[in-house]
């Protein structure tokens, strides 16, 4: 687990007369994990790239997007549950990889697993997770994992993190495209962070690795890495590989053309490159160019039941959550994660049943027109 120095410090709460107000929507943990957080973690989660357009418009885009409600049909029951690569889930909503859970909670990762599993949803666990790959699943063993690689400098490194992930039983591999280097990330500058100074990042190998090999330093994120790579990293795993980070529709024909599984249309939360596209703008783009030979999930802005029900009317297979993740666990732990899950199924439960549907594949392109406002 990560050792952590000034990030982990927490206000101190607040002296509050009367009961904790209910949290609702996904907001309101927005808004309490501010208060609870230090500066730093704040800036660390919350900050975008460069004037943070992209991160505005990953939010502000689905408000452009008018839902078109079909009445009279019978709604008695409805059925949130779809399957990503061939895997059951208990809605179209998701984890994201993010990485360091221990700065919002000691218990990091290991709550986030737990509550996916309670869930019924996938965890996507990142390359740098705070909690070793071991504890993570141990800790949850029946949840439905998928591990996100940044490919190393190290080739040999890459092969160990695939060969474990394998042997731990996750059922896919994210690899993340957007970061051959990070993005002009303003408020880490301002705050001089500096992540391998704050954090002791744990060596990513095996106990059994690391006890029985030399001393293996994490390299960097290959800048290098390329479409060719693709073949050598399907050489090595039999895991579906999906592409995180995908914008266009060039990239979408050739992640298709590479033999691909999945694409994550996602611009990192705002966080890599300012001024691309908010994800739900790319997504149809990116469906378009596909033309159903893969699957196509999104990431980015999603807030509300609303948001999930839309994405998946312009072609999304499910959604990816980050930052309201990390908002959950620093308000509640493993808790306050399943709350916040709960909370977005049961509004995509109920923006189902006001537009009609009664199971995620009756969500298609009619339900929604898009504001010229």
Request: glycine share 8%; aromatic share 6%.
């Amino acid at each position: 687990m990560l050792v952590v120095t000034q990030m982990m410090r927490k206000k101190p709460p607040r002296n509050e007369a009367g009961p904790e107000m209910p949290f609702v929507c996904l907001t309101d943990f927005q808004a309490r994990a501010r208060e609870r957080l230090s500066k730093l973690t704040w800036d660390y989660i919350e900050g975008g790239a460069g004037e943070g357009f992209t991160q505005e418009d990953n939010i502000t885009a689905f408000k452009k997007i008018r839902l078109r409600p079909r009445y009279l049909k019978d709604v008695s029951e409805v059925d949130t549950r779809t399957t990503i690569q061939g895997e059951e889930i208990s809605a179209p909503i998701c984890i994201s990889p993010t990485g360091f859970h221990c700065i919002a909670w000691p218990d990091g990762e290991m709550s986030t697993a737990r509550a996916a599993q309670a869930a019924g949803i996938c965890y996507v666990t990142s390359t740098y997770a705070s909690c070793t790959l071991e504890d993570i699943v141990s800790t949850a063993p029946g949840g439905l994992r998928w591990f996100q690689l940044y490919v190393q400098r190290d080739r040999q490194l890459n092969r160990q993190l695939i060969q474990r992930v394998e042997s731990l039983g996750f059922k896919a591999l994210v690899i993340t495209v957007d970061v051959p280097i990070s993005g002009n990330r303003w408020h880490d500058v301002r705050n001089q962070l500096d992540l391998k100074t704050n954090l002791l990042l744990k060596d990513l190998r095996s106990p059994k690795e690391r006890n029985s090999m030399p001393s293996l330093q994490m390299s960097r994120i290959d800048p290098s890495i390329c479409w060719d790579d693709l073949s050598w990293l399907q050489s090595i795993t039999q895991l579906p590989i999906i592409l995180k980070g995908i914008l266009t529709k060039e990239d979408a024909e050739l992640a298709v053309k590479h033999n691909v599984q999945g694409i994550i249309v996602s611009n990192h939360g705002g966080r890599q490159l300012d001024e691309v596209p908010a994800s739900i703008d790319a997504l149809t783009e990116v469906v378009a160019a596909v033309k159903g030979k893969i699957e196509v999930y999104m990431d980015g802005g999603i807030r509300t039941g609303n948001d999930v029900l839309k994405a998946l009317a312009l072609g999304a297979k499910c959604i990816f959550l980050g930052r309201p993740i990390l908002w959950g666990l620093a308000c509640k732990g493993e808790r306050g994660v399943e709350e916040v899950l709960n909370i977005l199924k049961n509004e995509f439960h109920t923006s189902m049943t006001l537009t009609g549907c009664r199971s995620v594949a009756e969500i298609n392109r009619d339900l929604i027109q898009i504001s010229r406002l």
